[in-house]
């Protein structure tokens, strides 16, 4: 079945440490996105990419850092910059971006809960 | 500026009765795309429902329905008969056609619903 897997489920990190979070896509989809939620809060979209090779900034990418070199992998970095990286943290992707978009839902992995220790 | 509004942050609802949840949304786009989420405990994002700005009739999908009044800027999801499954964050979410958005969707705070036996 296609879907998006993102792995690990749960991660710690310590003090000063740099951790990826790892997501991949068997959909086929162009775009894909990253987002953080705070316990008791909605989505707050960190990186998204419209295409390979291709990636912006969304609302809080202050920390964190993304690659596209695949179509289906869009890893995500929280740096030691990230002073509070202790949030949920999803992966979503949807068919293709722009104007013929607007009518598709995203669809996301489970999630990688990251903590510090 | 574009923006969606949820103003239950929770809800208690006896099993078997029908809920509904508000959203309303702000956009000066004429083409817009409305979205319903669902987040259980576990933490994945189910899509649940979606509704186009020219689409003439209100979207169902199952036991899922949506009261799309257009001139009031309004997106209610309705649930008929209520399940112990049914509790869980619901989030309203809308695409609008590009501008400062760029085609990313917009997410409200979300609803916590409880369902009682």
């Known amino acids: 079945d296609g879907g998006i897997t993102q792995s690990p489920k749960y991660l710690f990190r310590k003090e000063g440490q740099n951790v990826t979070l790892s997501c991949e896509q068997n959909?086929?989809?162009?775009?894909m996105y990253w987002y953080r939620q705070d316990p008791g809060q909605g989505l707050r979209l960190i990186y998204y990419?419209?295409?390979?090779?291709?990636?912006q900034k969304g609302d809080i990418a202050e920390g964190y850092s993304v690659s596209r070199e695949k179509k289906e992998s869009f890893p995500l970095t929280v740096t030691s910059a990230q002073k509070n990286p202790t949030a949920f943290y999803l992966c979503?992707?949807?068919?293709?971006?722009?104007?013929?978009?607007?009518?598709?839902?995203?669809?996301f992995g489970d999630g990688t809960r990251l903590s510090i220790l | 500026a574009q923006k969606i509004t949820q103003t239950q942050p929770g809800m208690f609802v006896q099993e078997k009765e029908a809920v509904t949840l508000d959203c309303t949304y702000d956009?000066?786009?004429?083409?817009?795309?409305l979205f319903w989420y669902k987040q259980p405990s576990s933490g994945e994002m189910i899509f649940l429902i979606y509704?186009?700005?020219?689409d003439e009739q209100n979207a169902t999908e199952g036991r899922y329905s949506l009261n799309f009044q257009k001139a009031r800027k309004s997106a209610n999801l309705v649930i008929s008969a209520s399940q112990l499954g049914d509790s869980a964050m619901y989030f309203c979410?809308?695409?609008?056609?590009?501008?400062?958005?760029?085609?990313?969707?917009?997410w409200g705070a979300g609803t916590k619903l409880i369902i009682k036996p």
């Open positions: 959909l086929n989809h162009d775009a």
């Open positions: 979410a809308m695409r609008d056609s590009g501008g400062i958005s760029n085609y990313q969707l917009i």
């Open positions: 990419s419209q295409i390979v090779n291709d990636f």
């Open positions: 956009t000066s786009d004429q083409s817009y795309g």
């Open positions: 979503a992707s949807s068919l293709r971006w722009g104007g013929s978009s607007i009518n598709q839902p995203q669809h």
């Open positions: 509704q186009g700005s020219y």
